[in-house]
T-cell receptor, first 117, second 114 residues
Framework: KAGVTQTPRYLIKTRGQQVTLSCSPISGHRSVSWYQQTPGQGLQFLFEYFSETQRNKGNFPGRFSGRQFSNSRSEMNVSTLELGDSALYLC????????????????FGPGTRLTVL | KNQVEQSPQSLIILEGKNCTLQCNYTVSPFSNLRWYKQDTGRGPVSLTIMTFSENTKSNGRYTATLDADTKQSSLHITASQLSDSASYICVVTLRRAAGNKLTFGGGTRVLVKP
Protein backbone atom coordinates (compact mmCIF):
# COMPACT_ATOMS: atom_id res chain seq x y z
CA LYS A 1 0.00 0.00 0.00
CA ALA A 2 1.48 3.37 -0.99
CA GLY A 3 2.24 5.80 1.81
CA VAL A 4 1.28 9.44 2.22
CA THR A 5 2.69 11.57 -0.57
CA GLN A 6 3.26 15.29 -0.55
CA THR A 7 4.09 17.61 -3.41
CA PRO A 8 6.19 19.49 -3.99
CA ARG A 9 8.99 18.35 -1.69
CA TYR A 10 10.79 21.69 -1.82
CA LEU A 11 9.54 25.18 -2.56
CA ILE A 12 11.07 28.65 -2.53
CA LYS A 13 8.82 31.70 -2.47
CA THR A 14 9.17 35.39 -1.69
CA ARG A 15 7.33 37.44 0.88
CA GLY A 16 3.80 38.38 -0.11
CA GLN A 17 3.33 35.46 -2.48
CA GLN A 18 0.94 32.62 -1.89
CA VAL A 19 1.58 28.89 -2.00
CA THR A 20 -0.46 25.71 -2.33
CA LEU A 21 0.77 22.40 -0.99
CA SER A 22 -0.74 19.04 -1.84
CA CYS A 23 -1.19 15.84 0.14
CA SER A 24 -2.41 12.46 -1.04
CA PRO A 25 -3.39 10.20 1.87
CA ILE A 26 -3.09 6.45 2.08
CA SER A 27 -5.84 4.77 0.10
CA GLY A 28 -8.93 4.34 2.26
CA HIS A 29 -7.94 7.01 4.78
CA ARG A 30 -10.51 9.76 5.17
CA SER A 31 -8.76 12.04 7.63
CA VAL A 32 -5.94 14.37 6.65
CA SER A 33 -4.15 16.59 9.15
CA TRP A 34 -1.61 19.31 8.46
CA TYR A 35 1.28 20.36 10.69
CA GLN A 36 3.97 23.02 10.62
CA GLN A 37 7.41 22.11 11.92
CA THR A 38 10.08 24.70 12.70
CA PRO A 39 13.29 24.42 14.73
CA GLY A 40 12.04 26.96 17.25
CA GLN A 41 8.41 25.87 17.70
CA GLY A 42 8.59 22.17 16.92
CA LEU A 43 5.53 20.49 15.46
CA GLN A 44 2.32 22.51 15.54
CA PHE A 45 -1.11 21.39 14.44
CA LEU A 46 -2.72 23.42 11.67
CA PHE A 47 -6.01 21.69 10.88
CA GLU A 48 -7.69 18.39 10.18
CA TYR A 49 -10.07 17.50 7.37
CA PHE A 50 -12.43 14.58 7.36
CA SER A 51 -14.81 13.80 4.52
CA GLU A 52 -14.22 17.21 2.93
CA THR A 53 -15.01 19.10 6.16
CA GLN A 54 -12.63 20.87 8.48
CA ARG A 55 -13.07 19.10 11.80
CA ASN A 56 -10.28 20.52 13.95
CA LYS A 57 -8.28 23.70 13.78
CA GLY A 58 -5.10 24.89 15.47
CA ASN A 59 -4.09 28.41 16.42
CA PHE A 60 -2.89 29.76 13.10
CA PRO A 61 -3.96 32.98 11.34
CA GLY A 62 -6.52 32.98 8.56
CA ARG A 63 -3.73 33.15 5.97
CA PHE A 64 -3.50 29.41 6.43
CA SER A 65 -6.36 27.53 4.88
CA GLY A 66 -7.05 24.13 3.48
CA ARG A 67 -9.53 21.95 1.75
CA GLN A 68 -10.19 18.30 1.06
CA PHE A 69 -11.54 16.76 -2.08
CA SER A 70 -13.96 13.89 -2.51
CA ASN A 71 -11.05 11.48 -3.09
CA SER A 72 -9.61 12.57 0.31
CA ARG A 73 -6.69 14.40 -1.27
CA SER A 74 -6.03 17.64 0.54
CA GLU A 75 -4.46 20.98 -0.25
CA MET A 76 -3.13 23.61 2.06
CA ASN A 77 -2.83 27.24 1.05
CA VAL A 78 -0.83 30.01 2.65
CA SER A 79 -1.46 33.53 1.41
CA THR A 80 0.65 36.65 1.84
CA LEU A 81 3.72 34.68 2.84
CA GLU A 82 5.92 35.93 5.68
CA LEU A 83 9.51 35.03 6.47
CA GLY A 84 8.29 33.17 9.55
CA ASP A 85 6.28 30.80 7.40
CA SER A 86 9.50 29.07 6.37
CA ALA A 87 9.07 25.56 7.73
CA LEU A 88 8.56 21.90 7.00
CA TYR A 89 4.87 21.29 6.37
CA LEU A 90 3.78 17.78 7.19
CA CYS A 91 0.62 16.01 6.25
CA UNK A 92 -0.69 12.94 8.06
CA UNK A 93 -3.52 10.63 7.17
CA UNK A 94 -5.55 8.24 9.26
CA UNK A 95 -8.57 6.09 8.79
CA UNK A 96 -11.05 8.02 10.82
CA UNK A 97 -9.66 10.88 12.79
CA UNK A 98 -7.27 12.82 14.87
CA UNK A 99 -7.36 10.57 17.94
CA UNK A 100 -4.42 8.30 17.16
CA UNK A 101 -5.29 5.10 19.00
CA UNK A 102 -3.62 1.94 17.91
CA UNK A 103 -6.61 1.29 15.69
CA UNK A 104 -6.47 4.71 14.13
CA UNK A 105 -2.84 5.51 13.65
CA UNK A 106 -1.65 8.62 11.85
CA UNK A 107 0.84 8.12 9.05
CA PHE A 108 2.99 11.07 8.08
CA GLY A 109 4.21 12.07 4.66
CA PRO A 110 7.77 13.21 3.97
CA GLY A 111 6.80 16.87 4.15
CA THR A 112 7.20 19.94 1.96
CA ARG A 113 10.12 22.20 2.84
CA LEU A 114 8.98 25.79 2.25
CA THR A 115 11.53 28.60 2.23
CA VAL A 116 10.30 32.20 2.15
CA LEU A 117 12.85 34.79 1.06
CA LYS B 1 -1.80 25.90 29.63
CA ASN B 2 -1.49 22.44 28.12
CA GLN B 3 2.14 21.69 27.49
CA VAL B 4 4.49 18.86 26.71
CA GLU B 5 8.11 19.27 27.77
CA GLN B 6 10.90 16.95 26.67
CA SER B 7 14.39 16.50 28.04
CA PRO B 8 17.17 16.52 27.23
CA GLN B 9 17.03 18.64 24.07
CA SER B 10 19.87 16.62 22.60
CA LEU B 11 21.88 13.57 23.48
CA ILE B 12 25.04 11.92 22.20
CA ILE B 13 25.57 8.25 23.01
CA LEU B 14 27.96 5.55 21.91
CA GLU B 15 26.73 2.69 19.80
CA GLY B 16 25.60 -0.22 21.97
CA LYS B 17 24.77 1.92 25.00
CA ASN B 18 21.32 2.54 26.47
CA CYS B 19 19.61 5.88 26.93
CA THR B 20 16.40 7.29 28.35
CA LEU B 21 14.41 10.26 27.11
CA GLN B 22 11.91 12.12 29.27
CA CYS B 23 8.53 13.66 28.58
CA ASN B 24 6.53 15.67 31.13
CA TYR B 25 3.08 16.91 30.28
CA THR B 26 0.36 19.07 31.79
CA VAL B 27 -2.25 18.15 29.18
CA SER B 28 -5.61 17.39 30.72
CA PRO B 29 -7.91 15.57 30.18
CA PHE B 30 -5.48 13.09 28.77
CA SER B 31 -6.45 10.61 26.09
CA ASN B 32 -3.22 8.94 25.04
CA LEU B 33 0.52 9.49 24.69
CA ARG B 34 2.61 8.53 21.71
CA TRP B 35 6.31 8.53 20.96
CA TYR B 36 7.42 9.26 17.40
CA LYS B 37 10.81 8.85 15.73
CA GLN B 38 11.68 11.37 13.04
CA ASP B 39 14.67 10.84 10.81
CA THR B 40 16.22 13.94 9.24
CA GLY B 41 14.21 15.09 6.25
CA ARG B 42 11.40 12.61 6.81
CA GLY B 43 8.02 12.56 8.49
CA PRO B 44 7.58 11.16 12.03
CA VAL B 45 6.94 7.45 12.46
CA SER B 46 5.00 6.12 15.44
CA LEU B 47 6.96 3.98 17.91
CA THR B 48 4.52 3.39 20.77
CA ILE B 49 1.15 4.56 22.02
CA MET B 50 -0.19 4.29 25.56
CA THR B 51 -3.58 5.07 26.99
CA PHE B 52 -4.26 6.29 30.51
CA SER B 53 -4.34 2.78 31.97
CA GLU B 54 -1.13 1.49 30.41
CA ASN B 55 2.22 1.70 32.20
CA THR B 56 4.61 0.33 29.62
CA LYS B 57 4.74 -0.51 25.94
CA SER B 58 7.60 -2.00 23.95
CA ASN B 59 8.49 -1.94 20.28
CA GLY B 60 11.69 -3.87 19.71
CA ARG B 61 14.54 -2.04 21.42
CA TYR B 62 12.23 0.85 22.33
CA THR B 63 10.33 0.75 25.62
CA ALA B 64 8.02 3.53 26.72
CA THR B 65 6.71 3.97 30.25
CA LEU B 66 3.89 6.14 31.51
CA ASP B 67 3.07 7.42 34.99
CA ALA B 68 -0.30 9.12 34.66
CA ASP B 69 -0.23 10.26 38.29
CA THR B 70 2.96 12.29 37.91
CA LYS B 71 2.25 12.98 34.20
CA GLN B 72 5.60 11.68 33.11
CA SER B 73 6.65 9.36 30.33
CA SER B 74 10.01 8.01 29.29
CA LEU B 75 11.37 6.31 26.21
CA HIS B 76 14.21 3.87 26.78
CA ILE B 77 16.43 2.81 23.90
CA THR B 78 18.35 -0.40 24.51
CA ALA B 79 21.63 -1.31 22.81
CA SER B 80 21.56 1.75 20.57
CA GLN B 81 22.40 1.47 16.89
CA LEU B 82 23.59 4.09 14.43
CA SER B 83 20.13 4.03 12.84
CA ASP B 84 18.66 5.29 16.13
CA SER B 85 20.11 8.72 15.35
CA ALA B 86 16.97 10.81 14.96
CA SER B 87 14.62 13.16 16.77
CA TYR B 88 12.18 11.59 19.21
CA ILE B 89 8.93 13.41 19.76
CA CYS B 90 6.43 12.92 22.56
CA VAL B 91 2.81 13.65 21.60
CA VAL B 92 -0.12 13.86 23.98
CA THR B 93 -3.73 13.79 22.84
CA LEU B 94 -6.01 16.18 24.64
CA ARG B 95 -9.57 14.98 24.80
CA ARG B 96 -12.03 17.77 24.04
CA ALA B 97 -15.73 17.86 23.33
CA ALA B 98 -14.95 20.02 20.28
CA GLY B 99 -12.55 17.42 18.96
CA ASN B 100 -9.30 15.91 20.13
CA LYS B 101 -6.14 17.96 19.91
CA LEU B 102 -2.55 16.79 19.65
CA THR B 103 0.09 18.62 21.69
CA PHE B 104 3.67 17.99 20.63
CA GLY B 105 6.83 18.15 22.70
CA GLY B 106 9.86 19.92 21.27
CA GLY B 107 11.66 16.64 20.69
CA THR B 108 14.99 15.16 21.76
CA ARG B 109 17.68 14.89 19.12
CA VAL B 110 19.69 11.70 19.59
CA LEU B 111 23.04 11.12 17.91
CA VAL B 112 24.54 7.66 18.14
CA LYS B 113 28.28 7.56 17.51
CA PRO B 114 30.31 4.47 16.56
Amino acid sequence: KAGVTQTPRYLIKTRGQQVTLSCSPISGHRSVSWYQQTPGQGLQFLFEYFSETQRNKGNFPGRFSGRQFSNSRSEMNVSTLELGDSALYLCASSHSGIDPTSYNEQFFGPGTRLTVL
Amino acid sequence: KNQVEQSPQSLIILEGKNCTLQCNYTVSPFSNLRWYKQDTGRGPVSLTIMTFSENTKSNGRYTATLDADTKQSSLHITASQLSDSASYICVVTLRRAAGNKLTFGGGTRVLVKP
